[in-house]
């Protein structure tokens, strides 16, 4: 595989931020889609497919119990906090 084929998903409830992150990226050249929420990128991506997720750790429904970790996604999320 090469990154060609890899596509970043944006996840993020902010249309502006989704909009921003995709411009960004595609500028560059990268393959990108956007999702509003967690719930919808689940159900309709491809997860099967090579690729990363861009994810808004502050969402509603993400759940912060365990540290980075979204209650909706089963599989480790590596990330860096801002805050």
Known sequence: M???EAIIHVVDDDASVRHACRYM???VGMVCR?????RVFLERADLYAAGVVLLDMRM??????APYR???LNW???CRSSS
């Open 2 to 4: 090469n990154m060609s």
């Open 25 to 27: 990226l595609e500028t």
């Open 34 to 38: 956007d999702w509003p929420d967690g």
């Open 60 to 65: 509603p429904h993400c759940g912060t119990a």
């Open 70 to 72: 979204p209650t909706w």
């Open 76 to 78: 480790a999320v590596p």
